[in-house]
């Protein structure tokens, strides 16, 4: 190893020295990243490993089942499963919490994952990522579901990996949130990226706008103006990215600002957004949280949200303090009435929204 250069496992052993945590979460956390470093190396095989396309298989969400959302899920349950320290697993890929074979001790700890992230963007060759929550489990034997339905305020740590041009783990253990990356050559995770933080302010925007339409009048007005730049409201341009792997967007936005929203929409009523709370919206927002960001549903924090089910879904809003803060207003003011649909300046003044220039 050089000298100088901080490997994960002690830059968690220092974070966590002294802690009720101290060296379970840490090695909980030591295994998840050979879990991430196993993933890593299946998808940068690509086409060459065999580990693309369908397996023909639907998740309990109805969505069809890649090849390699299966393998990350398998690499994930080997990796930790073993170790004494979890009492459990949950995931994006398995309709019920995994139960641990019997000849493994129960460990202190609940790990909740998505094993791949945006893996509609497996077979196209564009970044993808790894997911994952911590949560205590306070009781003697196998956790039930009720067991997981904590809010994401008592995470104790979560992260992401995000397998692109290089391989980065980016966590938090509620100490600031920190980026590795992944040195092949030594296999071990480097703090490259220290004490993240997002710009309160922005102005670049992460929305998938085909589903405009479907949207709720408070993300439309949000949009509406960011679109209008200068010649609007905001008196400003902005910009917007969508990669369709929430993992990859929510780097950028940790990387140089910017905001991301996958918020409620009526496309299919009885969804209450695209993301699930329990292993996408909460770890996220947990990371976002500690690097100085927001994240909300619009109408309140997305850790304060009490799970009802372990698949729920969520709308996400997060990133750049102030532009959340100001969705949050958008919301409030058309909750309350005070601002209904087209009565903002934008509707009013602008010909595309205005019945008098449609008429
Ligand atoms: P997953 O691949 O785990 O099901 O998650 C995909 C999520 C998220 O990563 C991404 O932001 C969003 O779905 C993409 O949604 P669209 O297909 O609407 O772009
Ligand atoms: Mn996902
Ligand atoms: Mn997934």
Redesign the pocket.
């Known amino acids: 190893m050089q000298q100088g250069r901080t490997t994960i496992s002690k830059f968690l052993i220092e974070q966590l020295r002294g802690s009720e945590d101290q060296s379970d979460l840490a090695a909980l956390l030591i295994d998840v990243t050979a879990a991430v470093k196993a993933i890593a190396s299946m998808t940068a095989k690509g086409a060459l490993g065999g580990f693309l396309g369908s397996l023909g298989t639907e998740n309990v969400q109805g969505?069809t089942q890649k090849k390699l959302d299966v393998l990350s899920n398998d690499a994930m349950i080997q990796a930790c499963e073993w170790g004494g320290l979890v009492a459990g697993m949950a995931s994006?890929e398995m309709d019920d919490p995994y139960t641990l074979p019997k000849e493994f001790e129960r460990g202190p700890y609940l790990l909740v994952f998505?094993p791949?992230?945006?893996?509609?963007n497996i077979d196209v060759n564009v970044s993808v990522g790894t997911i994952f929550s911590v949560l205590r489990h306070g009781k003697i034997g196998d956790p039930t579901v009720a067991d997981y339905l904590r809010p994401g305020v008592e995470q104790v740590a979560a992260g992401y990996a995000i397998y692109g041009p290089s391989t980065m783990m980016v966590l938090t253990v509620g100490k600031g949130t920190h980026g590795f990356t992944l040195d092949r050559e030594i296999g071990n995770f480097i703090l490259t990226h220290p004490d993240l933080q997002i710009p309160a302010d922005t102005v670049e925007y992460a929305i998938?706008s085909s589903?405009e339409r479907f949207w709720e009048p408070p993300v439309q007005r949000y949009v509406a103006e960011c679109k209008a730049g200068k010649t609007g409201d905001r008196g400003r341009d902005f910009n917007t990215r969508?990669i369709?792997?929430?993992?990859a967007?929510v780097h950028r936005i940790l990387m140089r600002g910017g905001i991301f929203m996958?918020p409620k929409d009526a496309k299919d009523p009885s969804k209450p957004g695209?993301?699930r709370l329990m292993y996408?919206a909460n770890p996220i927002a947990f990371i976002i949280e500690q690097a100085g960001g927001a994240a909300s549903t619009g109408r309140g924090r997305i850790l304060t949200v009490q799970p009802t089910s372990l698949h729920q879904r969520v709308p996400v809003m997060l990133g750049s303090r102030n532009e959340i803060e100001r969705l949050e207003r958008y919301h409030r003011e058309y909750d309350s009435g005070e601002d209904k649909p087209f009565a903002s300046p934008l509707f009013k003044d602008r010909s595309l929204y205005n019945d008098d220039v449609r008429a």
């Open positions: 969505e994006e998505d791949l992230d945006g893996s509609s998938n589903n969508w369709a792997s929430m993992v967007d996958y695209r993301l996408e």
